[in-house]
């Protein structure tokens, strides 16, 4: 017989695998909600002289990026029709991050702070052209990387989704041995019986009553 609150038997195992998809589905579609509430970035410029702000957020059905500039940091969403620039999902190539990304490629933004390399993504659209950006903390550089890899079909690789997952599953684990509990569970499952030697007990339904 197991514990079965033990993570590793085969049985956990098993369950933890099933469960993958379901909860990777889920950490995609909050991510992508993110994404359409909107974020607002800093613009990162070499002489610094004064702060400048610009929005960006997914449309409701994920089909186009909407960005403008903005006069100061927002705290709220920011509307769709306020925004006057757009990149169409289905131009995005790719997604870079760190120094392969255009901004970070020169030399004055690398030396203002190279803590920027851990917050700089862009995205690659049409034949040559970039979005650029740079996230205000870690968490929202995750939830942005992912969320466009997500859009692309590619794999979240993000630290933040290796946490949630992990902290997913172990919940969605609890929760389904709650009813479980000191029931001993067994390492592989019952036989199966053998077939009756008559099915006389099997009631015809072809034979007419009469």
Known sequence: MMNQDDPKSHPMLELQEKLQPEVT???KQQRLNRLCEGACFRKISARRRQDKFWY???SPNHKVLHYGDIEELS???IPHDSLQEKVTVADI???VTGKDCPHM???GAL???KELLELAFS???KSDEYLNFIAPDKHEYCIWTDGLNA???KEMSSELTKSDMDTLITMELKLRLLDLENIQIPEVPPPVPKEPSTYNFVYDFTQQQT
């Open 25 to 27: 589905e889920l950490i």
């Open 56 to 58: 960006c957020r997914l």
């Open 75 to 77: 705290q709220g969403q």
């Open 93 to 95: 190539k790719a997604v």
């Open 105 to 107: 490629r020169e030399k």
């Open 111 to 113: 030396k203002q702070n």
């Open 123 to 125: 995205i690659l659209h």
């Open 151 to 153: 859009l692309l079909g």
